[in-house]
Nanobody, 115 residues
Framework: QVQLVESGGGLVQAGESLRLSCAAS????????MGWYCQAPGKQRELVAT???????NYADSVKGRFTISRDSAKNTVYLQMNSLKPEDTAVYYC?????????WGRGTQVTVSS
């Protein structure tokens, strides 16, 4: 059974930074894609960033140049460095992995950015 545990969320002021982490546990070999999604109140969950096992990345337009996704495949961990945070980044951030034809989600971590 694969489990994902996120950490690193919190309350910050606009312009500050946060780093999210997500560790996958269980019997896991070479995760195909790891990523982050966010869901703001009253909105649908949407893509923030993804990274493949080969290191290719994809970002939502709204975070390009501010957020950086990275992974440590040996630790089955994905990170999201969030800089220059804006109030509109406020959301629950979910970790997701695509592994052996299945998608797994974490429970989410709250990020709140005050103006």
């Amino acid at each position: 059974q694969v489990q994902l545990v996120e950490s690193g969320g919190g309350l910050v002021q606009a312009g500050e930074s946060l780093r999210l982490s997500c560790a996958a546990s269980g019997t896991i070999f070479s995760i195909d894609v790891m990523g982050w999604y966010c869901q703001a109140p009253g909105k649908q969950r949407e893509l923030v960033a993804t990274i493949t096992s080969g290191g290719s990345t994809n970002y939502a337009d709204s975070v390009k140049g501010r957020f950086t996704i990275s992974r440590d495949s040996a630790k089955n961990t994905v990170y999201l460095q969030m800089n220059s945070l804006k109030p509109e980044d406020t959301a629950v951030y979910y970790c997701q992995i695509y592994y052996r034809y299945r998608t797994y989600w974490g429970r989410g971590t709250q990020v709140t950015v005050s103006s």
